[in-house]
């Protein structure tokens, strides 16, 4: 009997420490769960808190923010009154700028390739400053450093019977360059170069190019306008809205 009831208490011991682990896996478990159920009501609170804290200082944000917008004219203001008189008289003083315009000189029975003369058109005040033309009407010298933008419109028109200069095909080039004469170079190199195909036979075409560029010239340099074909430009009415050469000061260091 005694040999059975130890049996007996040696099973339910068994038992008993056979259950145990269950119930640790359950109480961790528990408790795990109370953790994220605090992390989560943490996280909950935060975002409320947050948003509360948004709407609660979005108004007070908007009212600063229009305060400085208000205050920064009124410094402003404060600061440009006594200026502006000289403001106004610097703005309404400032001179045009001073530009060079060159209209086409006509020479009659003038053909063939060669420099293309010209006569000062409308000068403005002070102008020499930084350009002339010089005697023989095709040189525009340059009298300042800098950079300026020079400006080329010559206008063509078709004669009747001129087929060209040793030119055997109906169609023709016209060509015509601004040639740079510098010290700075050996050779006279282009500034600007314009090409265009016309037919010489047909005297009822016109054909107007233009072209223009910002140079850096030096004090001393020397502009040319070459063309190909003299006889072919327009000299009629009206010229010196068909051809000219214009230079003006574009930017001084």
């Not at 269950?22 to 948003?51: D, G, N």
């Not at 170069?193 to 030096?218: A, C, D, H, Q, R």
């Not at 340099?221 to 068909?242: A, C, M, N, P, T």
């Amino acid at each position: 009997m005694e040999h059975g009831k130890e049996d007996v208490a040696s099973k339910e011991y068994a038992v008993l420490m056979e259950h145990d682990p269950v119930s640790r896996l359950k109480t961790q478990h528990r408790s795990l769960r109370r953790q994220m159920c605090l992390i989560q009501f943490m996280t909950v609170f935060l975002c409320i808190s947050c948003c509360l804290f948004t709407l609660m200082y979005q108004p007070y944000a908007s009212s600063c923010k229009e305060n400085e917008i208000k205050k920064a004219p009124e410094i402003g203001m404060q600061r440009q009154a006594p200026e502006s008189d000289s403001r106004e008289d610097i703005t309404l003083g400032q001179s045009p700028t001073r530009f060079t315009r060159l209209t086409i000189k006509q020479k009659p029975g003038v053909s063939g390739a060669g420099n293309v003369t010209w006569i000062l058109k409308s000068p403005e005040p002070d102008h020499k400053e930084y350009f002339t033309l010089d005697n023989d009407c095709e040189s525009l010298k340059v009298h300042r450093d800098g950079t300026y933008k020079v400006s080329l419109q010559i206008t063509y028109r078709g004669l009747e019977g001129y087929i060209g200069d040793g030119e055997q095909s109906q169609h023709g080039i016209l060509h015509h360059e601004i040639h740079h004469y510098t010290d700075s170079y050996p050779r006279v190199p282009p500034l600007l170069t314009y090409m265009e195909t016309v037919n010489f036979k047909s005297p009822y075409w016109k054909k107007t190019l233009f072209s223009e560029g910002i140079f850096s010239l030096n004090t001393g340099d020397r502009l040319k306008v070459w063309s190909s074909h003299l006889i072919l430009i327009d000299v009629g009415e009206k010229v010196e809205q068909k051809t000219f050469f214009v230079a003006y000061p574009h930017f001084f260091s």
